[in-house]
């Protein structure tokens, strides 16, 4: 049966709801018709009011009675349809939440968690396109999660409502209408692992969120020249699985990073000096570092198109940097071939890929 990203979510609310009483949902939207991207929808009709509920727009006090539950035993689930909302509520995160556990000597766990939704469209402009995973990176205390595919969204949050620590669980809206064709799903899979979603020898690609997505679709184009991409889906930020990234390069010698904020003091920064530590003396090429640009994203769709990489660009990079040969000009007709809404700027996503992954 197919099922997309955001029903993945939705089941896997619905199954830990119906597992465990002590499991809240609640946020702006979460019982609106809409339902939060569908990600929530008929929950509050199946569970009732009293355990999913919508909430005042008071994002940092519901952090702290988030933080009270979680002291009390209970499960809860704090959701914002933008990830920009949450630093309202950067306080309680920061000082309150990662901290609990460590304050408290070990006494209590602050086992929530909080589902934030990243992502371009909409004209949204500079306070509604952030992508916040590298500044909470740096807070001691927090796991950080970024689900690529449709069984990571399943898996990964239900782990995240199980897991003791509390977990800030990353979603792109453009994965929300990811499909695939059968959801295979392992419980017993580590939260916080690498997997790999292509093999290869030539090219290690990490892909942060929809950038692991990006990563099969650049690698579907390369094959066609003979050129075999290792495709890694990152999914946690913190922990950082560096040593499968390690693992990887080891054998391909060359390292390209996609992430869905900036490169400037982030995530793909910091996997690039963790890999260049180790594996320097082996590496023949400079990794190579893709994200935004390190400015606010405009409203205007044309100049965001500047500040979003192109998966066009993206590919022809590294065909560039690690010198694989291919003509440019048959590169990037082959891309445009085989992705054609990839290739230029669009308020919805490309739906043209499907798994398993």
């Excluded at 933008?82 to 920061?94: H, K, W």
């Excluded at 995530?267 to 003396?281: D, F, G, Q, Y």
Aim: glycine share 8%.
């Amino acid at each position: 049966m197919n099922i997309t990203f955001a029903q993945a979510i939705n089941k896997a609310l619905h199954d830990e709801l119906e597992s465990d009483p002590k499991t809240l949902l609640f946020g702006l939207g979460v019982a609106d018709p809409k339902g939060v991207f569908g990600t929530t929808s008929g929950l509050q009709v199946k569970f009732g009011k009293h355990r999913v509920f919508d909430i005042p727009l008071s994002e940092n006090a519901l952090t702290g009675v988030a933080l009270g539950m979680s002291m009390h035993k209970l499960k809860p689930v704090l959701v914002h349809q933008r990830a920009d909302f949450v630093f309202t509520s950067a306080e309680q995160i920061i000082n309150q939440v990662a901290k609990t556990f460590f304050s408290s000597g070990g006494k209590l766990n602050a086992q929530m968690v909080i589902r934030m939704i990243v992502g371009r469209g909409w004209g949204q402009g500079p306070t509604h396109a952030q992508s916040p995973h590298s500044l909470f990176s740096n807070v001691p205390g927090l796991k950080i999660v970024l689900p690529a595919t449709p069984e990571d969204a399943y898996e990964m949050l239900r782990n995240s409502i199980q897991d003791p620590d509390p977990v800030l669980f990353i979603e792109h809206r453009w994965l929300h209408q990811n499909m695939t064709k059968s959801l295979k799903f392992d419980l017993k899979n580590p939260l916080t692992g690498c997997t790999v979603l292509n093999s290869g020898t030539d090219v290690t690609f990490v892909g942060v969120s929809l950038g692991a997505i990006e990563g099969i679709k650049i690698a579907k184009v390369f094959k066609n020249f003979g050129v075999t991409i290792e495709v890694l889906n990152l999914r946690s930020v913190v922990p950082l699985d560096i040593s499968s990234i390690i693992k990887s390069v080891e054998k391909t010698g060359k390292l390209a990073i996609l992430d869905t904020a900036q490169t400037k003091f982030g995530v793909a920064e910091s996997i690039s000096e963790n890999v260049m530590r180790v594996l320097w003396k082996k590496m023949t090429y400079p990794p190579l570092l893709f994200g935004l640009k390190n400015v606010p994203v405009p409203s205007s769709a044309m100049l965001a198109k500047q500040v979003y990489p192109s998966g066009s660009n993206v590919t022809q990079k590294i065909n560039e940097q690690f010198e694989l040969g291919i003509n440019p000009a048959n590169l990037l007709q082959k891309y445009e071939e085989m992705w054609p809404l990839s290739s230029q700027f669009e308020d919805q996503p490309d739906q043209g890929l499907v798994g398993p992954f």
